[in-house]
Protein backbone atom coordinates (compact mmCIF):
# COMPACT_ATOMS: atom_id res chain seq x y z
CA UNK A 1 0.00 0.00 0.00
CA UNK A 2 1.21 3.73 -0.73
CA UNK A 3 1.52 5.86 1.73
CA UNK A 4 2.63 9.86 1.28
CA UNK A 5 3.08 12.21 3.98
CA UNK A 6 3.49 15.64 3.59
CA UNK A 7 6.39 17.72 6.05
CA UNK A 8 6.79 21.52 6.07
CA UNK A 9 5.91 24.72 7.83
CA UNK A 10 2.65 25.61 8.55
CA UNK A 11 3.10 29.10 8.93
CA UNK A 12 4.56 31.12 6.49
CA UNK A 13 4.56 35.03 5.71
CA UNK A 14 3.00 36.60 3.43
CA UNK A 15 5.33 37.64 0.29
CA UNK A 16 7.41 34.93 0.92
CA UNK A 17 7.50 31.11 -0.65
CA UNK A 18 5.70 28.25 0.54
CA UNK A 19 7.57 25.11 0.88
CA UNK A 20 6.74 21.40 1.33
CA UNK A 21 7.74 18.01 0.84
CA UNK A 22 5.97 14.45 0.39
CA UNK A 23 7.62 11.81 1.27
CA UNK A 24 6.11 8.44 -0.67
CA UNK A 25 6.42 4.77 0.85
CA UNK A 26 5.57 1.51 0.16
CA UNK A 27 6.06 1.82 -3.76
CA UNK A 28 8.65 3.05 -6.17
CA UNK A 29 8.63 6.61 -6.53
CA UNK A 30 10.14 5.84 -9.99
CA UNK A 31 7.28 3.85 -11.28
CA UNK A 32 6.23 4.21 -14.71
CA UNK A 33 2.80 5.31 -15.36
CA UNK A 34 1.77 7.45 -12.58
CA UNK A 35 2.73 11.08 -11.46
CA UNK A 36 3.60 13.11 -8.76
CA UNK A 37 0.72 15.50 -7.71
CA UNK A 38 0.07 18.72 -5.18
CA UNK A 39 -3.48 19.59 -4.50
CA UNK A 40 -5.15 22.49 -2.27
CA UNK A 41 -8.32 22.88 -0.54
CA UNK A 42 -8.79 26.48 0.23
CA UNK A 43 -11.39 27.40 2.86
CA UNK A 44 -14.44 26.93 2.02
CA UNK A 45 -13.69 25.61 -1.34
CA UNK A 46 -13.46 22.51 -3.52
CA UNK A 47 -10.05 20.62 -4.83
CA UNK A 48 -7.22 22.75 -7.02
CA UNK A 49 -5.02 20.51 -8.76
CA UNK A 50 -1.31 22.86 -8.55
CA UNK A 51 0.87 20.54 -10.59
CA UNK A 52 2.65 17.23 -11.05
CA UNK A 53 6.12 15.88 -11.55
CA UNK A 54 6.87 12.62 -13.87
CA UNK A 55 9.45 10.50 -12.03
CA UNK A 56 12.10 11.47 -15.16
CA UNK A 57 11.92 15.30 -14.19
CA UNK A 58 9.24 16.60 -16.37
CA UNK A 59 6.32 19.14 -14.58
CA UNK A 60 3.47 20.46 -16.06
CA UNK A 61 1.28 23.06 -13.62
CA UNK A 62 -1.70 24.39 -13.22
CA UNK A 63 -1.96 27.50 -15.95
CA UNK A 64 -3.44 29.84 -13.32
CA UNK A 65 -0.20 29.43 -11.07
CA UNK A 66 2.53 28.42 -13.05
CA UNK A 67 4.15 31.79 -12.56
CA UNK A 68 4.59 31.02 -8.66
CA UNK A 69 5.03 27.04 -8.71
CA UNK A 70 7.45 25.02 -8.99
CA UNK A 71 7.99 21.05 -8.45
CA UNK A 72 11.18 18.94 -7.76
CA UNK A 73 12.29 15.05 -6.95
CA UNK A 74 14.60 13.59 -4.79
CA UNK A 75 14.41 10.18 -5.79
CA UNK A 76 17.42 8.99 -3.55
CA UNK A 77 15.05 10.53 -0.54
CA UNK A 78 11.69 9.36 -2.07
CA UNK A 79 10.92 12.55 -1.87
CA UNK A 80 8.68 15.49 -4.19
CA UNK A 81 8.50 18.85 -3.31
CA UNK A 82 6.49 22.10 -4.18
CA UNK A 83 7.46 25.95 -3.66
CA UNK A 84 4.85 28.71 -4.05
CA UNK A 85 6.28 31.41 -4.26
CA UNK A 86 5.37 35.61 -3.48
CA UNK A 87 2.03 34.20 -1.41
CA UNK A 88 -0.37 35.66 -0.04
CA UNK A 89 -3.75 35.55 2.84
CA UNK A 90 -5.23 33.76 -0.02
CA UNK A 91 -3.20 30.61 -0.58
CA UNK A 92 -3.62 29.40 2.92
CA UNK A 93 -5.63 26.13 3.11
CA UNK A 94 -4.54 22.82 2.99
CA UNK A 95 -2.41 21.32 0.81
CA UNK A 96 -1.96 17.74 -0.24
CA UNK A 97 0.44 14.95 -2.28
CA UNK A 98 -0.72 12.36 -4.45
CA UNK A 99 0.16 10.00 -6.80
CA UNK A 100 -2.01 10.36 -10.15
CA UNK A 101 -2.31 7.38 -12.36
CA UNK A 102 -1.06 8.58 -15.86
CA UNK A 103 -3.23 7.17 -18.52
CA UNK A 104 -6.31 7.69 -16.96
CA UNK A 105 -5.94 11.16 -15.02
CA UNK A 106 -6.96 9.55 -11.56
CA UNK A 107 -5.61 9.89 -7.86
CA UNK A 108 -5.68 6.61 -6.36
CA UNK A 109 -3.39 7.73 -3.22
CA UNK A 110 -3.53 10.88 -1.50
CA UNK A 111 -1.58 12.14 2.09
CA UNK A 112 -3.38 13.32 5.20
CA UNK A 113 -2.97 16.86 3.96
CA UNK A 114 -0.85 19.80 5.90
CA UNK A 115 -2.44 23.14 6.66
CA UNK A 116 -0.18 25.87 6.24
CA UNK A 117 -1.47 29.60 6.80
CA UNK A 118 0.02 32.76 5.61
CA UNK A 119 0.12 35.38 8.30
CA UNK A 120 2.08 37.96 8.92
CA UNK B 1 -10.78 24.04 -19.00
CA UNK B 2 -14.40 23.49 -18.90
CA UNK B 3 -15.80 23.32 -15.65
CA UNK B 4 -17.76 20.73 -13.51
CA UNK B 5 -20.67 21.47 -11.36
CA UNK B 6 -22.20 19.80 -8.67
CA UNK B 7 -25.03 20.45 -6.04
CA UNK B 8 -23.87 21.76 -3.27
CA UNK B 9 -26.12 19.03 -0.97
CA UNK B 10 -28.16 16.23 -0.75
CA UNK B 11 -29.61 14.81 1.86
CA UNK B 12 -31.50 10.79 1.89
CA UNK B 13 -32.43 8.48 4.74
CA UNK B 14 -30.40 5.62 5.39
CA UNK B 15 -31.28 2.39 3.33
CA UNK B 16 -32.32 4.55 0.71
CA UNK B 17 -30.51 5.19 -2.93
CA UNK B 18 -28.76 9.10 -3.77
CA UNK B 19 -27.80 10.32 -6.69
CA UNK B 20 -25.07 12.92 -7.22
CA UNK B 21 -24.56 14.57 -10.61
CA UNK B 22 -21.87 16.18 -12.24
CA UNK B 23 -22.31 17.69 -15.20
CA UNK B 24 -19.60 19.34 -17.41
CA UNK B 25 -19.76 23.10 -19.25
CA UNK B 26 -18.14 22.16 -22.63
CA UNK B 27 -16.96 19.39 -24.28
CA UNK B 28 -18.64 15.99 -23.78
CA UNK B 29 -18.63 14.18 -20.87
CA UNK B 30 -17.33 10.87 -22.55
CA UNK B 31 -14.30 12.54 -23.95
CA UNK B 32 -12.30 11.77 -20.83
CA UNK B 33 -13.05 9.88 -17.60
CA UNK B 34 -14.43 10.97 -14.46
CA UNK B 35 -13.90 10.57 -10.81
CA UNK B 36 -15.08 10.69 -7.68
CA UNK B 37 -13.71 11.16 -4.27
CA UNK B 38 -14.67 10.66 -0.54
CA UNK B 39 -13.78 12.98 1.86
CA UNK B 40 -14.89 12.58 5.36
CA UNK B 41 -14.84 15.55 7.82
CA UNK B 42 -10.75 16.08 8.82
CA UNK B 43 -9.67 13.50 6.34
CA UNK B 44 -8.38 13.53 2.98
CA UNK B 45 -10.59 12.51 -0.37
CA UNK B 46 -9.94 8.60 -1.09
CA UNK B 47 -11.45 7.69 -4.56
CA UNK B 48 -14.54 5.73 -4.58
CA UNK B 49 -14.91 5.66 -8.64
CA UNK B 50 -12.34 5.95 -11.44
CA UNK B 51 -12.71 5.31 -15.18
CA UNK B 52 -16.66 6.55 -14.72
CA UNK B 53 -18.20 3.32 -13.32
CA UNK B 54 -14.66 1.11 -11.95
CA UNK B 55 -14.42 0.77 -8.17
CA UNK B 56 -11.30 0.88 -6.39
CA UNK B 57 -10.50 -2.44 -4.40
CA UNK B 58 -12.69 -1.99 -1.23
CA UNK B 59 -14.74 0.42 -2.17
CA UNK B 60 -18.06 -1.29 -1.66
CA UNK B 61 -20.42 -2.52 -4.45
CA UNK B 62 -23.14 -0.24 -2.95
CA UNK B 63 -21.27 2.73 -4.83
CA UNK B 64 -21.29 2.80 -8.70
CA UNK B 65 -20.82 5.77 -11.50
CA UNK B 66 -22.13 6.29 -14.95
CA UNK B 67 -22.21 8.89 -17.69
CA UNK B 68 -24.93 10.02 -19.57
CA UNK B 69 -24.05 12.11 -22.88
CA UNK B 70 -27.52 13.37 -23.48
CA UNK B 71 -27.36 15.09 -20.39
CA UNK B 72 -23.45 15.45 -20.12
CA UNK B 73 -23.29 14.46 -16.65
CA UNK B 74 -21.65 11.83 -14.81
CA UNK B 75 -23.53 11.22 -12.18
CA UNK B 76 -22.45 8.54 -8.78
CA UNK B 77 -24.87 6.52 -6.93
CA UNK B 78 -24.66 5.68 -3.56
CA UNK B 79 -27.35 2.57 -2.72
CA UNK B 80 -28.63 1.48 0.68
CA UNK B 81 -26.96 4.22 2.38
CA UNK B 82 -25.49 4.31 5.95
CA UNK B 83 -24.59 6.98 8.01
CA UNK B 84 -21.14 6.23 7.48
CA UNK B 85 -21.71 6.91 3.71
CA UNK B 86 -21.95 10.77 5.31
CA UNK B 87 -19.35 12.66 3.65
CA UNK B 88 -18.36 15.40 0.63
CA UNK B 89 -18.43 13.88 -2.69
CA UNK B 90 -15.97 15.58 -5.67
CA UNK B 91 -16.49 14.41 -9.36
CA UNK B 92 -13.12 15.30 -11.04
CA UNK B 93 -11.99 14.85 -14.54
CA UNK B 94 -9.22 16.22 -16.92
CA UNK B 95 -8.54 18.44 -19.65
CA UNK B 96 -5.82 19.92 -20.39
CA UNK B 97 -5.04 19.51 -16.45
CA UNK B 98 -7.37 17.72 -13.88
CA UNK B 99 -10.64 19.65 -13.32
CA UNK B 100 -12.61 18.64 -9.50
CA UNK B 101 -16.23 19.70 -9.55
CA UNK B 102 -17.02 21.75 -6.35
CA UNK B 103 -17.87 18.95 -4.55
CA UNK B 104 -21.78 17.58 -2.92
CA UNK B 105 -22.09 17.12 1.13
CA UNK B 106 -24.25 14.39 1.37
CA UNK B 107 -26.33 14.12 4.50
CA UNK B 108 -27.69 10.99 5.76
CA UNK B 109 -30.26 11.47 8.19
Known amino acids: QVQLQESGPGLVKPSQTLSLSCTVSGGSINSDGYYWSWIRQLPGKGLEWIGYIYHYGSTYYNPSLESRVALSLDTSKKQFSLKLSSVTAADSGIYYC????????????WGRGTLVTVSP | NFMLTQPHSVSESPGKTVIISCTRSSGSIADNYVQWYQQRPGSSPTPVIY?????PSGVPGRFSGSIDTSSNSASLIISGLKTDDEAEYYC????????FGGGTKLTVL
Open chain 2, 92 to 99: QSFDQSPV
Open chain 2, 51 to 55: DDDRR
Open chain 1, 98 to 109: AREVHLTTWFDF
